[in-house]
């Protein structure tokens, strides 16, 4: 069974965004080539991105033309060939799927529809960012890991990345890495009960 990896930046004070609206909410990640490098090798990994509506968008009006920008970095090159083929799942109340190719639309029955794709064939599937759709999955338990990327920054405020947590959910540790940012890759695995 496919499972879903929450794959996302977080401050050291837990927020998954800033106050500021669309990409200025994100502009206290730490980014670097070697970043880029460790995080495009896991991605290309994968075939299928989820995302929440926000991010989605933010994703659609950068990602599809990356590479045609006449300063388009290496790494831009390689995630927009990736973006541009990798099947994209959001969950949405109100995008329309017609109006987005190679692209599954879940707005209802988050669980069973979750369900479904798990067990469809395929890699894994990275959940970008998101956090208003991480909350909903992890409300549904239905994150198996989370590839946290701690960037050394107190933000105070902001979007949390764990919000309304009920039930105590154990981790394992699984893989740690820390780049000369300061950033620090945290892989846990979610401790299923057997």
């Not at 669309?22 to 502009?27: D, I, K, Q, T, Y």
């Not at 495009?40 to 950068?62: P, V």
């Not at 879940?106 to 759709?133: M, Q, R, T, V, Y």
């Given at each position: ?143 198996d890991e989370y590839w946290l990327f701690v960037n050394p ?42």
């Amino acid at each position: 069974m496919r499972k879903i990896v929450s794959f996302v930046h977080v401050s050291l004070d837990g927020f998954a965004a800033s106050t500021a609206e669309g990409p200025a909410g994100l502009a206290w990640i730490s980014i670097s080539p070697d970043l880029f490098e460790y995080v495009e090798q896991r991605i290309q990994q994968t075939d299928t991105a989820l995302y929440g509506r926000t991010t989605y968008q933010m994703m659609e009006s950068y990602w599809p033309t990356a590479a045609d920008k006449p300063d388009a970095s290496p790494h831009d090159h390689a995630h927009s060939r990736w973006y541009k083929s990798a099947h994209k799942v959001v969950l949405s109340k109100t995008l329309l799927e017609k109006n987005h190719p190679n692209t599954q639309i879940i707005s209802s029955n988050l669980s069973d529809e979750i369900s479904k794709l798990k067990h469809n064939a395929g890699s894994e599937i990275l959940i970008f960012g998101s956090p208003s759709a991480t909350h909903a999955l992890m409300a549904e338990n239905l994150i198996d890991e989370y590839w946290l990327f701690v960037n050394p920054i107190l933000l105070g405020q902001g979007i949390p990345l764990f919000k309304n947590i009920k039930d105590r959910t154990p981790l394992m540790l699984m893989n740690s890495k820390v780049f000369p940012s300061g950033v620090a890759c945290l892989q846990y695995e979610v401790k299923r009960n057997q």
